[in-house]
């Protein structure tokens, strides 16, 4: 069996190495989808985070109302 016959696969091989390809660019995709959702994650737990320390050093604190309540 030659690698030419091999690439063919009997008639079959633009439908199996299509297939092939198909299954790998739904792989990459799913990767690249996968790592940029992770990254705006990232971007928006840093964002909480950094909002949640400038809460806790008081700036952005709603006063509270004299029966204690928070005021709205």
Do not use: K, T
């Not at 633009?14 to 989808?33: D, E, F, K, T």
Request: charge should be positive; charged fraction near 15%.
């Amino acid at each position: 069996m030659s690698l030419s016959e091999f690439l063919h696969m009997g008639g079959y091989g633009g439908y199996v190495w299509s297939c092939y390809a198909l299954a790998a660019a739904v792989l990459i995709g799913n990767a690249w989808a996968a790592r940029r959702q992770l990254a705006a994650q990232r971007r928006s737990a840093e964002r909480r985070i950094r909002a949640a320390q400038v809460d806790a050093d008081g700036a952005g604190q709603v006063p509270a109302s004299p029966a204690g309540r928070v005021a709205s």
